[in-house]
């Protein structure tokens, strides 16, 4: 089993920054990937990025430019550096790990983006 822990989300005008956090704890095999989706109300969950315990990293378009994926492997801990946000990234965040075939989501963290 594995176990997902966010932390981060917040309130931010448009232009602001934000850092999210995710450590992953539990039954962790080496070759898996890390990433974080979000869901706004009425629409279906989205990739925002990923990246591969190699430092491959894939980010939605929509994104690409302004936020920055990164990951400390040893720790299985992953973030998200979310920079010029937009009130159009309001949504809740959730970590995500795929690993050993099964795909481990976090709580969910808010992020609002007041324009």
């Known amino acids: 089993q594995v176990q997902l822990v966010e932390s981060g989300g917040g309130l931010v005008q448009a232009g602001g920054s934000l850092r999210l956090s995710c450590a992953a704890s539990g039954s962790i095999f080496r070759i898996n990937v890390m990433g974080w989706y979000r869901q706004a109300p009425g629409n279906q969950r989205e990739l925002v990025a990923t990246m591969s315990n190699g430092g491959i990293s894939n980010y939605a378009d929509s994104v690409k430019g302004r936020f920055t994926i990164s990951r400390e492997s040893i720790k299985n801990t992953v973030y998200l550096q979310m920079n010029s946000l937009k009130p159009e990234d309001t949504a809740v965040y959730y970590c995500?790990?795929?690993?050993?075939?099964?795909?481990?989501w976090g709580q969910g963290t808010q992020v609002t983006v007041s324009s």
């Open positions: 995500n790990i795929f690993n050993f075939g099964n795909n481990y």
